[in-house]
T-cell receptor
Framework: AQSVSQHNHHVILSEAASLELGCNYS??????LFWYVQYPGQHLQLLLK??????LVKGIKGFEAEFIKSKFSFNLRKPSVQWSDTAEYFC??????????FGAGTRLTVKP | NAGVMQNPRHLVRRRGQEARLRCSPM?????VYWYRQLPEEGLKFMVY????????ESGMPKERFSAEFPKEGPSILRIQQVVRGDSAAYFC???????????FGSGTRLTVV
């Protein structure tokens, strides 16, 4: 069964700091990978997705993620965070099966 | 083009009552997914449905929980005889197919008192 691990439960950064959130998955076949963001009190919104092609994926709001197949990883990055990036971030994997599995989430707090 | 519509946004039930949560997928989306979000636990998959069919219910508790997606009307997540531990946010998502990203609804926050 596919599973997703997010290494950091809570990350606290100052504005302008660089961000990297880890995501590893376990699945033997071809995968589609996603990062979602959930702002306080809101529903999940898609940040970016990887299906195939260039493993470096650009998303909205300056986020990007890199798919490293050999490491089963899809880490999320942003060179300079803003206070408005405070949210919970979820990595998700769809292994071509019937459903998407989510990681437990990483709560990002950006201090102004 | 309305997104995924969930109602009610907030639902309060006493222990032992039934809770019915509704989800209308985006227009053109025939795949519906239900997730439960507990504090500090992230999103847990519950069930995946297509019209009139349950495709995968491996995340559903064996008792008291059921889901349907009829030919006409919204998908319904039904919780019978609710208990305090059922208090959570329940999110519905839809997609046009299993290999696409999902669009999420705003969720229903169930509180059992």
């Amino acid at each position: 069964a596919q599973s997703v691990s997010q290494h950091n439960h809570h990350v606290i950064l100052s504005e302008a700091a660089s961000l990297e959130l880890g995501c590893n998955y376990s699945y033997g076949g071809t995968v589609n990978l996603f990062w979602y963001v959930q702002y306080p009190g809101q529903h999940l919104q898609l940040l970016l997705k990887y299906f195939s092609g260039d493993p470096l994926v650009k998303g909205i709001k300056g986020f990007e993620a890199e798919f490293i197949k050999s490491k089963f990883s899809f880490n999320l990055r942003k060179p300079s965070v803003q206070w408005s990036d405070t949210a919970e971030y979820f990595c998700a994997v769809n292994g071509g099966g019937n459903d998407m599995r989510f990681g437990a989430g990483t709560r990002l707090t950006v201090k102004p | 083009n309305a997104g995924v519509m969930q109602n009610p946004r907030h639902l309060v039930r006493r222990r032992g009552q039934e809770a019915r949560l509704r989800c209308s997928p985006m227009k053109g989306h025939s795949h519906v997914y239900w997730y439960r979000q507990l504090p500090e636990e992230g999103l847990k998959f519950m069930v995946y449905l297509q019209k009139e069919n349950i495709i995968d219910e491996s995340g559903m508790p064996k008792e008291r929980f059921s889901a349907e997606f009829p030919k006409e009307g919204p998908s319904i997540l039904r919780i019978q005889q609710v208990v305090r531990g059922d208090s959570a946010a329940y999110f519905c998502a839809s997609s046009p197919g299993s290999d696409y990203g999902y669009t999420f609804g705003s969720g229903t926050r169930l509180t059992v008192v």
